[in-house]
């Protein structure tokens, strides 16, 4: 059964010829500025996820269902369906698993500040990493 390997936020993640690059990568806690009536941005950021493949299951789609959700409603924000189909390499050993790594920029309109989840399912295995957002105020 392929699996989530990892999971993490960013300030900014992209994926170059196979591999995962990553600037501030690892945070909890975003801050976002209020503006004087409340209003805010759409936030902006990064996510960087691993999926491992066992050699047996290679060459066959593995649905990948990434989500943000409040962590109190449980209500999803945002949502990225992707299929992941991995195939065998030549010259690699018999047996080896085989990775899929994602780096993927974000705008989320997050309604409040408070907690929140990002979410990673792939083949039924879920991985999770809780983040929280803060308001603060614009100065002027």
């Known amino acids: 059964m392929a699996s989530v390997e990892f999971l993490f936020l960013a ?4 994926v170059r010829d196979g591999l995962l690059f ?11 500025p209020a503006g004087p009536d409340g209003e805010v ?3 902006r950021f990064g996510l960087g996820a691993s999926v491992l493949v066992p050699w047996d299951e290679t060459n066959q789609p593995h649905p990948l269902t990434l989500w943000i959700a409040h962590e109190e409603s449980d209500s999803v924000l945002s949502q990225l369906d992707i ?4 195939g ?3 010259n690699i050993p018999a ?3 085989q ?22 399912s792939v083949d039924e295995h879920v991985r999770s990493v809780g983040f929280y957002i803060h308001d603060y105020p614009l100065d002027g």
């Open 22 to 32: 990553t600037v501030g990568a690892g945070w909890s806690q975003f801050y976002r």
């Open 11 to 14: 300030n900014y993640a992209e």
């Open 88 to 90: 065998r390499p030549p």
């Open 99 to 120: 990775r899929e790594v994602f780096g993927l920029s974000v705008e989320v309109g997050f309604p409040e500040p408070g907690g929140y989840r990002l979410f990673a």
């Open 83 to 86: 299929n992941v189909n991995l």
């Open 41 to 43: 941005p759409v936030s």
């Open 95 to 97: 047996g080896s698993d």
